[in-house]
Every structure is written in structure tokens, then in C-alpha cells.
């Protein structure tokens, strides 16, 4: 075999039993114990094995610009202008760089597969999808990733736009996205949007009702027009912060409906935590949604990072885990089960929204896999669990030491 990792305890598996993994031509091809198997070797010594991390959704074309930007009042308002200024002086080598020194950190955290959302208007044109497109290449031995495009600054009140979007989906987008807030027509842009997503024949992607109130949720319109156009497991809508201010009722109707219609749901942590709430100087609301309860009935829903070292956020380091255990303390996530849910949330319901079928860790799938260093899903969101190697079709990618106490 090409490789057998040794002594690994496997998410979803019986946590009380070690097993032995052998990969063949970048495929799992066993999985049993003291595999009777020659080939290179790696002794995780009781450790966890899971299928890479996922990101749902992440910004590579406007991540690492907090040098060039400036905030003093830190609400969406105001970094949508900085963002915007900034973009200007974007060029495709300076997407580029930015974009794969964002992608390096995502790796050295476990992450196998990307979805990035990737911002096209009159005033960047396809200067980031230029930067963005040639990494799916270069960086194929390391992660899969595919470009969702989509008009962060208006779509109907932004001319040029359409054009652009149509441009980048004829040359290699593969989902597109929305951002309806920024519209003066919100109802009129998730039209085009799922009129282009059916020309193309396209996932649909959605930032969707990003705001501190509940008023003019457009959720509700988009699970209509899921259904009516049979989109159903073809729609994720993330951010959704307002889901966060309604009343129990009305929130597991809204989840029911989703769940009915097949809309996805991905929420943001850090930066949902980080914009909401601005407007207010005591008692100030988190607005995370707390998917945990929509997974509860029925939905599918991810964690995933969003922005990177730019206004939006301007922290992270591209982990999942921290992510995962960020969000399980911002919605007071207190038993078991839904801790493991945070996990499965980077993991196997971020699979579902991104279509994949060949992942997991089992026998034929593809050896894309990350070793934690802990025993147990549940720990890893918990402790912050290290990931100590890294593999893309049984290639290995990274390797980081454990730490060691050097006793007196």
C-alpha cells in the first residue's frame, strides 16, 4: 500500500477502538484493525481521523487588507465603503498572493475543499476572478476549490454587473451567489440570480438577511422560489443574522421551512459577532444564529470562516475548529450531541452543501483526511484540537509537531 496510518481512532466510529487505515492510489482501501499490509507508515498513536474540514464559505480575493483600509466605527456601512476604496487598486498578482497565503493557512488547519465567494462589479471587474482562478490549479494537491461569484455592491442599482457575472460563469464559476441587502430591488436580484443559476445550471450561494432587526427578511421569498423551481439541495443562504432576533414560533417555522424546501444554511461566526450590535452601547446582541436548533429540524447547516484579516474581520487564522468552538460558546452549546453537530458542521453537513459524495472517512472514498490531535470529535471542538497531518488523495500535505513540555 502507499500508506497505512496506524492506530487511529475514526470520527463516527466507535471512540473505544483503534484501527488501521490503508490508503492505495489516493483511495481508502481498508479499515480494520492490525492491517496485515506493507507500505510507509504513520503511528498516530490513538489519535483522531476525520474527513478534511470543509469551508462553505470563505473571501480569498478580499482577505489580508487591513493595511490598507481603515475603521473607526467598525459597522457594515462603513467597511463596505472602506472594502469598496480598496478594491480599486486590486490587481490580479495582488489577488493572487493574498488569496494563496490565505489557502497555505487553510491547509495547515486540515481544510481539503473550498468554496470562495468572490466579489465582480464594474469597480474590480474580473480582476479577482483572475487572481483566484489559476489557484484552483496550483493548489490542487492540496485542496479542492471552486469560485462562487456575486455582486456584493448591488446588482438591478449597479450597471455592468449582470454582464460581469455572466462572464465569470462562462469562464469557470461555479456557483453564484447574492447579496440582496445591497440592492435597491432585494426581490428583483434573487430573481436574476436564480434566473442565471438555471441558465447555468449552478449552485446558488447567498449572503441573505445580514442585519440586527427582523424586519424585511427575504428568507422566506427565497425558500418560495426554491421550491417553485425545484432548486431544492442547490441553495445556501448564509450570515442570516436576523434568524437570531425572532421569537422561538417564528423560528421553527422558518426552519421547518427550510428544511421542507432544501435551503442550506451557513452561518458566519466571527464576523456575524464582530459587525452586529454596533449600534447599541449596552446590552449588546450577539446575532449568531444558532443552527445547532435548525439541524435539530432538519436543515443542513455549515460553519465556516467568511473574511480574513480585512474590515469585515479583522482576525482569524483560517482554523475550523477555533471556529467551531467559537460559535458552541457564542450559542451556549451545553451537551454532547451538539457539540458533536459543531464538528459535523465543518465536516460531513458542509459535504452536503458543497454536493460531494466521494468523502469520509470509509473504504473507496477519497483519502482526503486530517489527524487531530485528540480522541474524539466532541474533544476537538472543545479542546481547540491541533491538526497534526494533513492528507489530499493520500498525498500527505502538511505536518505539524505535537508540543512537548521539557520537564526539569
Known amino acids: 500500500m502507499d500508506l497505512i496510518l496506524r492506530n487511529g481512532r475514526i470520527a463516527g466510529q466507535d471512540a473505544q477502538t483503534t484501527v488501521d487505515i490503508g490508503v492505495q492510489n489516493g483511495r481508502i482501501t481498508a479499515i480494520e484493525s492490525n492491517l496485515s499490509a506493507e507500505g510507509r507508515e504513520l503511528d498516530l498513536q490513538d489519535r483522531l481521523v476525520a474527513p478534511g474540514f470543509i469551508e462553505t464559505h470563505i473571501h480569498l480575493d478580499k482577505s489580508c487588507i487591513l493595511d490598507r483600509c481603515q475603521s473607526a466605527e467598525g459597522d457594515l456601512e462603513e467597511v463596505l465603503v472602506q472594502v469598496t476604496a480598496a478594491k480599486q487598486a486590486f490587481t490580479a498578482e495582488d489577488v493572487h498572493q493574498r488569496a494563496a497565503r490565505t489557502l497555505e493557512k487553510c491547509i495547515l488547519h486540515g481544510t481539503t475543499h473550498i468554496r470562495t465567494h468572490l466579489e465582480v462589479d464594474p469597480g474590480i471587474g474580473l480582476r479577482g476572478l483572475d487572481g483566484v482562478l489559476p489557484l484552483i490549479q496550483e493548489y490542487k494537491w492540496a485542496l479542492d476549490l471552486e469560485v462562487c461569484v456575486f455582486p456584493q455592491e448591488g446588482l438591478l442599482n449597479n450597471p455592468g454587473t449582470d454582464e460581469l457575472l455572466v462572464a465569470a460563469l462562462n469562464r ?237
Open 172 to 408: 469557470g464559476a461555479s456557483v453564484i451567489g447574492a447579496a440582496p441587502y445591497t440592492d435597491t430591488d432585494p426581490y428583483g436580484q434573487i430573481d436574476r440570480i436564480f434566473e442565471l443559476a438555471r441558465e447555468f445550471n449552478v449552485a446558488i450561494d447567498m449572503h441573505l438577511d445580514f442585519g440586527h432587526t427582523a424586519d424585511e427578511m427575504d428568507i422566506e421569498y427565497v425558500c418560495n422560489l426554491t421550491e417553485k423551481f425545484g432548486y431544492g439541495g442547490r441553495v445556501t443562504v448564509g450570515h442570516v443574522t436576523k434568524l437570531s432576533t425572532i421569537a422561538p414560533e417564528r423560528f421553527s417555522a422558518i426552519a421547518q421551512r427550510l428544511a421542507n424546501v432544501g435551503v442550506a444554511v451557513t452561518v458566519l461566526p466571527a464576523t456575524d459577532l464582530y459587525l452586529m450590535g454596533r449600534h447599541q452601547d449596552h446590552n449588546i446582541i450577539r446575532g449568531v444564529t444558532p443552527v445547532h436548533k435548525l439541524i435539530q429540524q432538519g436543515v443542513t447547516c455549515s460553519l465556516s470562516t467568511n473574511n480574513v484579516l480585512n474590515p469585515f474581520t479583522p482576525f482569524g487564522d483560517c482554523s475550523l475548529i477555533r471556529m467551531a468552538n467559537l460559535y458552541a460558546n457564542i450559542c451556549q452549546v451545553d451537551n454532547q450531541e451538539e457539540v458533536r453537530a459543531c464538528f459535523d458542521m465543518v465536516t460531513q453537513c458542509s459535504a452536503q452543501i458543497l454536493g460531494l459524495t466521494d468523502y469520509g472517512v470509509e473504504v473507496g472514498k477519497a483519502a482526503d483526511l486530517v489527524v487531530l490531535d485528540c480522541t474524539a470529535p466532541e474533544a476537538a471542538v472543545a479542546e481547540v484540537a491541533v491538526p497534526l497531518y494533513g492528507f489530499k488523495r493520500g498525498r500527505q500535505t502538511f505536518t505539524r509537531k505535537p508540543a512537548e513540555l521539557h520537564r526539569p
